[in-house]
């Protein structure tokens, strides 16, 4: 008898458990993989959204050069974007708060297609869709560039390219950007594994702002969107 009740509780609360999990799923901010993944500020994998969502409301198109860019949730569980248009005129999504100022935004990047304009990019302290540092990845010309935008059509690079790294289409990397006081650094992650740190520089534009993703004149993948604080 005292084994039946055992397992008869046991039962129960396996039940319960996945009736919580069911539930939460639907939370814009939980998705089953949060359950293993330590405290972040932001974690998002887009594994609890439906097929062709846009990432709203946690993610914000941001309507950039008079045009607001379709993202869109795949089955695979990532967020995408095609985009072809002219140099620079980037399809931008942001998330996050306005007050964040140390952290370090750590995302997945793919990019389909190899064109001399085709890139993405990461975005921290962005204090809106015009101003914000970012780091993007160019296939074409095997370079990983850190670059601060300040309000419309105004880039202005902060440190050399790295080129030090084969960088190639259809194929997962890890960009790191991290901010701490008025130090901006970056890593990238190869698919062998190997991390590099391409930049380190001291700049003051920008001292808090949110995360954001964007492409420019192409077609890229974003997954694994993380955002921890640096003490």
Same mark, same amino acid.
């Given at each position: 008898?005292?084994?039946?009740?055992?397992?008869?509780?046991?039962?129960?609360?396996?039940? =319960?458990? !996945?009736?919580?999990?069911?539930?939460?799923?639907?939370?814009?901010?939980?998705?089953? #993989?949060?359950?293993?993944?330590?405290?972040? !500020?932001?974690?998002?994998?887009?594994?609890?959204?439906?097929?062709?969502?846009?990432?709203?409301? &946690?993610? +914000?198109? +941001?309507?950039?050069?008079?045009?607001?860019?379709?993202? +869109?949730?795949?089955?695979?569980?990532?967020?995408? +974007?095609?985009?072809?248009?002219?140099?620079?005129?980037?399809?931008?999504?942001?998330?996050?708060?306005?007050?964040?100022? $140390?952290?370090?935004?750590?995302?997945?990047?793919?990019?389909?297609?190899?064109?001399?304009? #085709?890139?993405?990019?990461?975005?921290?302290?962005?204090?809106?869709?015009?101003?914000?540092?970012? &780091?993007?990845?160019?296939?074409?010309?095997?370079?990983?560039? !850190?670059?601060?935008?300040?309000?419309?059509?105004?880039?202005?690079?902060?440190?050399?390219?790295?080129?030090?790294?084969?960088?190639?289409?259809?194929?997962?990397?890890?960009?790191?950007?991290?901010?701490?006081?008025?130090?901006?650094? &970056?890593?990238?992650?190869?698919?062998?594994?190997?991390?590099?740190?391409?930049?380190?520089?001291? $700049?003051?534009? =920008?001292?808090?702002?949110?995360?954001?993703?964007?492409?420019? #004149?192409?077609?890229?993948?974003?997954? =694994?969107?993380?955002?921890?604080?640096?003490?």
């Amino acid at each position: 008898m005292k084994t039946a009740i055992k397992i008869s509780l046991a039962a129960s609360f396996v039940f =319960f458990g !996945l009736l919580v999990a069911f539930y939460l799923c639907d939370k814009p901010y939980f998705s089953m #993989s949060n359950l293993n993944e330590p405290k972040y !500020l932001f974690f998002d994998d887009f594994s609890s959204y439906k097929d062709g969502s846009d990432g709203s409301p &946690v993610w +914000q198109s +941001q309507k950039t050069w008079d045009k607001r860019c379709d993202w +869109q949730i795949t089955d695979g569980g990532e967020i995408s +974007q095609m985009w072809v248009g002219e140099p620079g005129d980037d399809c931008v999504i942001l998330a996050g708060e306005n007050d964040w100022a $140390d952290y370090v935004l750590t995302a997945r990047v793919k990019i389909v297609g190899n064109s001399e304009d #085709s890139g993405a990019n990461i975005k921290i302290r962005a204090q809106d869709e015009h101003d914000y540092y970012y &780091v993007m990845i160019l296939p074409y010309w095997d370079s990983v560039i !850190l670059k601060k935008h300040k309000g419309e059509g105004i880039d202005e690079y902060i440190a050399p390219d790295y080129d030090e790294i084969k960088i190639g289409t259809g194929i997962w990397y890890v960009l790191e950007a991290q901010a701490k006081g008025d130090v901006i650094s &970056v890593w990238i992650t190869d698919p062998d594994g190997v991390r590099r740190k391409t930049h380190e520089i001291q $700049d003051k534009s =920008f001292a808090k702002g949110k995360i954001g993703l964007a492409t420019d #004149s192409g077609e890229a993948y974003f997954d =694994f969107v993380k955002v921890s604080a640096v003490e």
